[in-house]
């Protein structure tokens, strides 16, 4: 169902007056402050992921309004230390996104999402002075493997990339034969510095193919556990501890678990 754009402020309107009214009276709401939610938000935010990686609609409704909460309560703190309120954030976003879409609010002309793209980073770095680097905006507590792919995918905006996807097999072979190298020198320091290489070529890979590692990392994890609770399942069934079966064993069950995921 679409609400009107009325509907919408009014609603929004509700969300402010409420979390006044918790700010004031609750006595958990009333204590909290940046360093308080911040751990808060950074849950918020991976179970609205995991809710959009279910599918379920429902779950991503709630976890948007929690997170919306926190962009609402951060804002009121930030208001009773005369730093800025809810409006100011609005303002800010609102301005940001005219600015990085010269195409839609200005006479820039595009003709693909790539040059879209392109334009954003660069009118990124036209930002404070232009003394902003390419891979500043990418955050330093950003989970290491999206980390990766934010990286990559900054470079390949400024210009720096492969001419030619099928390139990157060259290179993940590359860093697969430096790899087994240092395996076979035991130097535990550099086979995880090598394994790192590995791991980037292949997140550059997933990208150049168009496939988000992070999805595809736990596509693969919710298909093991799957498969790894009919193996335990199939344990019970035969009334034996998981670890007395063989790996003969195991390896049966486990291709009989394929067939149902």
């Known amino acids: 169902m679409e609400h009107t754009l009325e509907e919408k402020k009014d609603a929004f309107a509700r969300l402010l007056q409420v979390m006044d009214e918790l700010r004031l009276k609750c ?48 804002s009121l703190i930030a208001s009773e230390n005369q730093l800025f309120d809810i409006k100011d954030v609005c303002d800010a976003i609102c301005e940001k ?23 954003w980073e660069q009118l990124k770095l036209k930002e404070k002075g232009g003394n902003k680097r ?3 905006g990418v955050p330093d507590a950003l989970p290491a493997l999206v980390k990766a792919y934010r990286i990559q995918d900054k470079a390949r905006s400024a210009g720096f990339d492969w001419d030619r996807r099928e390139q990157v097999w060259a290179k993940v072979k590359e860093e697969i ?23 980037f070529s ?29 193996l335990e399942n199939k344990a019970k069934e035969l009334d034996r501890p998981l670890k007395s079966l063989s790996l003969e064993e195991m390896d049966e069950i486990w291709e009989e678990s394929k067939k149902e995921f």
Do not use: C
């Open 177 to 199: 034969q430096e790899f087994q190298s240092e395996v076979e020198k035991t130097d535990m320091e550099k086979m995880e510095a090598e394994f790192g290489d590995l791991f």
């Open 27 to 74: 006595p958990w709401d009333s204590k909290q402050t940046f360093d308080s939610l911040r751990t808060l938000t950074i849950e918020e935010v991976y179970e609205l992921s995991n809710a959009i990686s279910e599918k379920d609609f429902q779950d991503v409704k709630k976890e948007l309004g929690d997170v919306l909460l926190h962009i609402v309560f951060y």
């Open 202 to 230: 292949l997140v550059n890979a997933a990208r150049l193919y168009d496939i988000n590692p992070e999805n595809a990392l736990e596509r693969t994890n919710k298909k093991f556990i799957s498969r790894f609770n009919y």
């Open 97 to 119: 996104l005219i600015y990085r879409h010269p195409h839609i609010f200005s006479d820039v002309k595009v003709s693909s999402a790539t040059e879209v793209e392109q334009n």
């Open 134 to 136: 390419v891979l500043q």
